[in-house]
């Protein structure tokens, strides 16, 4: 053999070895997805009726965490995801609602504090959204014409948006609809917000173009209210719902068990309490009129959930057809538990959603603060597939864990001067059986306040509520309360609340009793100009 032929081989060689290598040294690429006021046990990997079966699957090669805390409310759990730390300690204590000028209390998430797009941008990531933003102070977008401010996605590290600025609307002509920095106000005749996020969510990876890895984060209203899907996916979910809410409870309380979520000697707890205006009524006690309209609210809640999962499927395929599933990972969570608002009907379909936990959406019981949560990536997870990790964690910890899976440290030149490292943890050593470490973790929404540490959890439905004690431990679904008996332990919680608060920006609190509108007006008369700017 000549030199040259030689040479040429080499050649030959290099140009298949080097492409190799490379791929296997590239950063994951990651797709963050996440629903809006989904129950606990709302996912068919969850113990759920209703068919998801894409969801699943993800689950089924992945890690579920069975004791994923999130804020309580949407809003703040968004502001916790993008940026890893308290939601307080970023601007958005409430609500997007108005800006009330006081530090954990903006309306919107501070320019101090780098989102997860914004730190994945500059470490070479394309970076896609699509869905619910809810990040930006309702004044600095709702008049007429006007520019969003700085708090906006292709302003915060996102390269492409397609979605909503506010908290909720209705799923055919949502308001506040963008695309990149272009307001849409026309819709096509069969229009349907969930089925735009989805083939956005497709069309986005499909685009993306050369050898840097993406970044996609999906935010789904569904199924947030009002309760609207087409009617055909409606009545494919109708009979399933028709044996009622008492029935299905248990059903899923026993899929539950044998899905290892919970433990198998575990009872199935009736939360009374949470009926202040009337005893909670039984199935069979109904009239037929209202388990007719508790039949068609459980009929639109499944059906939204399952055209979301329609589109993960669409999108996993559309990776698969790239070549990049297995360099892929997936994260699948729900902002806050399901929630009460509207009426005995809604409350009665958020038992069920939140099946076996108490209270709802914005309270700070484990019914609201408690979200499923699984990941998925083959590279890592492969030990433990199909597994349940039951060490808690909780919505700040997914920045932090997807930096650790891409081998990116948090930038230091954002840290706030006040708030100097990250609230959350990597969850990858869960991966690799080797636990999390033991923390506390603390929660306020609305004046709701509560505080785990170990065993005890210390909560309160608002300022003006006594405390209960509360041994997860002995009773996992919060139904005795053992602040008399234990007087030293609510001091003590009591005062590692407080400290978090005054460190956090989260006191004081609103204690004046303001409802929603009350707490609008006042903050609007004394900031006329809602921009949420610092």
């Not at 079966?53 to 004791?67: Q, T």
């Not at 038992?351 to 019914?367: A, E, F, I, M, V």
């Not at 408690?370 to 990941?375: C, D, G, K």
């Not at 001067?417 to 690799?432: R, Y």
Request: charged share 25%; glycine share 6%.
């Amino acid at each position: 053999m000549n030199k040259k032929t030689l040479f040429k081989i080499l050649l030959l060689n290099l140009f298949w070895i080097i492409p190799s290598v490379f791929c296997q040294n590239k950063k994951p690429n990651i797709v963050l997805i996440m629903c809006d006021d989904m129950g606990y046990s709302d996912l068919g990997c969850y113990g759920s009726e209703i068919e998801t079966p894409n969801i699943d699957a993800l689950a089924e090669k992945g890690v579920r965490f069975s004791n994923f805390r999130n804020t309580g409310r949407c809003c703040p759990s968004r502001a916790s995801l993008l940026t890893g730390r308290h939601q307080h300690a970023v601007g958005l204590g409430w609500m997007t609602a108005v800006d009330e000028h006081r530090p954990g209390y903006r309306g919107q998430i501070s320019s101090k504090i780098p989102t997860i797009a914004e730190i994945l941008k500059k470490n070479g990531y394309s970076t896609y959204m699509t869905g619910k933003w809810h990040l930006t102070v309702d004044g600095a977008w709702k008049p007429k014409n006007s520019q969003v401010n700085g708090s906006y996605p292709i302003k915060r590290g996102f390269d492409k948006f397609y979605g909503t600025l506010s908290g909720a609307g209705n799923f055919y002509r949502p308001k506040s609809l963008y695309l990149n920095e272009n307001r849409v106000s026309e819709y096509s005749k069969d229009y349907y917000y969930t089925h735009a996020i989805n083939h956005y969510s497709v069309q986005f990876i499909r685009n993306h173009e050369g050898s840097n890895p993406f970044f996609l984060y999906v935010a789904h209203y569904a199924p947030h209210r009002p309760l609207q899907a087409p009617q055909e996916r409606i009545e494919s979910c109708r009979e399933r719902y028709i044996k009622g809410y008492d029935f299905l409870r248990d059903q899923r309380f026993n899929r539950m068990k044998s899905l290892g979520l919970i433990e198998a000697e575990a009872q199935l707890p009736v939360h009374e309490r949470e009926y202040k205006k009337q005893p909670r009524p039984s199935w069979d006690s109904l009239d037929s009129e209202m388990q007719n309209d508790w039949i068609e609210e459980m009929a639109k809640y499944a059906a939204m959930i399952e055209i979301v999962d329609d589109g993960i499927g669409e999108l996993v395929e559309e990776i698969k057809k790239r070549g990049d599933f297995e360099n892929t990972v997936f994260l699948f969570l729900s902002d806050n538990g399901a929630t009460s608002e509207g009426g005995l009907i809604s409350q009665l379909a958020a038992d069920l959603s939140n099946t076996p936990y108490r209270s709802y959406k914005s309270k700070t019981y484990l019914g609201g603060t408690n979200s499923p949560f699984l990941i998925h990536y083959t590279k890592i997870i492969n030990e433990k597939t199909n597994s349940v990790e039951s060490d808690p964690a909780h919505i700040v910890d997914v920045l932090p864990t997807c930096l650790d899976l891409i081998g990116v440290d948090y930038p230091s030149n954002f840290k706030d001067e006040k708030i100097d490292s990250l609230d959350g943890i990597s969850l990858v050593p869960a991966f690799k059986n080797e636990g999390l470490m033991e923390r506390d973790f603390f929660f306020e929404h609305q004046t709701a306040s509560s505080v785990i540490s170990g065993d005890w959890k210390l909560v309160r439905l608002s300022s003006g509520a006594s405390w209960e004690l509360i041994n997860l431990k002995e009773d996992p679904f919060e139904q005795e309360d053992l602040s008399r008996s234990y007087p030293e332990k609510v001091t003590e919680l009591e005062k590692k609340w407080i400290l978090w608060g005054e460190k956090n920006n989260v006191l004081p609190l609103n204690t004046k009793g303001l409802s929603w509108n009350d707490r609008i007006k006042k903050y609007t008369e004394l900031y006329p100009d809602q921009d949420g700017q610092e």
